[in-house]
């Protein structure tokens, strides 16, 4: 098991977590961003920079992501590709994309994608708080568990 992170957007918050649970339990962890993200020195734990470009870092872990790893994002194409080759998706907030769920995430996803092209005000994504914090850290806790012996 390899755990992905999609660098660009994760909380930094997320990433010490993730940092922390990879050196716990020695898992391979690769952070994947348009730009150098600062890693611990850690022989668990390395950063690819991707060029830049639309997408370029959810490609890259979409193309080299395996089944049985776990991809960190709240990016829902990402989270579907993942899942399509049998990796488990895990968003910061905590919760565990399903091949149940993201389909339908998808849907409402392109919705507002079409909702905002016409110029409608969707509003955001709510305040990152503590308790999605311990809930990313539990569930993360779990998954690490599970897979690892």
């Given at each position: 098991?390899?755990?992905?992170?999609?660098?660009?957007a994760?909380?930094?918050?997320?990433?010490?977590?993730?940092?922390?649970?990879?050196?716990?339990?020695?898992?391979?962890?690769?952070?994947?961003?348009?730009?150098?993200?600062?890693?611990?020195?850690?022989?668990?734990?390395?950063?690819?920079?991707?060029?830049?470009?639309?997408?370029?870092?959810?490609?890259?872990?979409?193309?080299?992501?395996?089944?049985?790893?776990?991809?960190?994002?709240?990016?829902?194409?990402?989270?579907a590709?993942?899942?399509?080759?049998?990796?488990l998706?895990?968003?910061?907030?905590g919760?565990?994309?399903?091949?149940?769920?993201?389909?339908?995430?998808?849907?409402?996803?392109?919705?507002?994608?079409?909702?905002?092209?016409?110029?409608?005000?969707?509003?955001?994504?709510?305040?990152?708080?503590?308790?999605?914090?311990?809930?990313?850290?539990?569930?993360?806790?779990?998954?690490?568990?599970?897979?690892?012996?």
């Amino acid at each position: 098991m390899r755990l992905w992170v999609d660098a660009d957007a994760c909380p930094n918050v997320i990433k010490d977590i993730i940092f922390r649970a990879a050196e716990r339990v020695g898992v391979e962890t690769i952070l994947v961003a348009n730009q150098h993200v600062r890693t611990p020195p850690s022989r668990f734990i390395r950063s690819i920079q991707v060029p830049g470009g639309l997408d370029a870092a959810d490609a890259l872990i979409i193309e080299r992501a395996e089944a049985g790893d776990l991809v960190v994002t709240a990016d829902i194409p990402l989270a579907a590709g993942a899942i399509g080759k049998g990796a488990l998706a895990l968003n910061p907030r905590g919760e565990l994309y399903t091949a149940d769920s993201i389909a339908q995430r998808l849907s409402l996803r392109n919705f507002m994608d079409e909702l905002r092209g016409a110029g409608v005000d969707t509003g955001g994504p709510s305040a990152f708080h503590a308790r999605d914090r311990q809930a990313f850290a539990n569930q993360l806790d779990r998954l690490l568990a599970k897979k690892i012996p």
